[in-house]
């Protein structure tokens, strides 16, 4: 099964309700930053939470993603500027494995030392329709 971005938000939120026992609202906006704040919308979230999800997948040709491990390093620094009372989570689509590993598994491996470790990090499995922690 193929679900393109809001489909896999809209499947992720059902999923995420379930395994969280909340309500989550999509989108959430949350005001970020250090001295100076700005309102930044993450995929879903509520008074306790705030997610992002990101339905990723290796290239056609099988390569890294380099521009979406790129982005996921951006949304870790988002989630750093947010106010420390929200659990966070960064959500991914279970991607097909490349030497045994989804784009979530070879990002953790390359980036260890940015992941907090207040994060929780999620995959979905489409075809199981599971939840997969990290």
Not at 16 to 28: I, Q, S
Not at 50 to 71: F, G, L, M, Q, R
Not at 82 to 111: C, G, M, Q
Request: glycine share 2%.
């Amino acid at each position: 099964m193929v679900l393109k971005g809001t489909e896999f938000e809209k499947t992720t939120k059902l999923l995420l309700e379930k395994y969280l026992k909340e309500h989550l609202e999509n989108p959430f906006q949350v005001e970020i930053g250090y001295l100076i704040k700005k309102k930044h919308k993450f995929d879903l979230g509520n008074s306790n939470y705030i997610v992002e999800c990101k339905n990723y997948e290796w290239t056609k040709s099988n390569n890294n993603p380099s521009a979406k491990i790129s982005t996921l390093r951006e949304t870790i620094l988002y989630f750093s500027l947010a106010p420390k009372n929200y659990k966070k989570i960064l959500v991914l689509k279970k991607s097909h494995l490349k030497n045994n590993e989804t784009i979530l598994d070879y990002f953790i491996r390359l980036n260890k030392y940015l992941i907090p470790n207040d994060l929780v990090l999620l995959e979905v499995d489409i075809e199981t329709m599971e939840i997969i922690k990290k």
